[in-house]
């Protein structure tokens, strides 16, 4: 339990950014998850649309520190290669 008001104003601030850093997980999760099922479906147009709405998304929340810039790129990187090889 916090005891100093420096340590209760640095434990609210955990709490708010905990509760952000979780719903810009969850967004990016839901687009690499768009960009997986489009690739599994073996629609090139459909995947290359859900690849370019993922990849501001995972950038934006690797700019804001949810996720280290470098995971946030392998995996546009990772992502852009099925999405390429799927098209031919």
Do not use: C, F, Y
């Given at each position: ?7 209760k ?5 955990m ?11 969850t ?6 998850r ?10 090139p ?12 998304v995972?950038?934006?929340?690797a ?19 099925r ?6």
């Open positions: 339990m916090a005891n100093t008001s420096s340590a104003k640095a434990e609210r601030q709490i708010r950014r905990t509760k952000v850093n979780k719903a810009r997980n967004r990016m999760k839901s687009n690499v768009a960009v997986e099922e489009a690739i599994a479906s073996g629609d147009e459909k995947a290359t649309a859900a690849l370019k709405a993922a990849q501001p995972l950038m934006r929340t700019q804001k520190g949810a996720i280290h810039k470098k995971t946030a790129a392998r995996k546009v990187s990772r992502l852009a290669r999405v390429k090889a799927l098209a031919g």
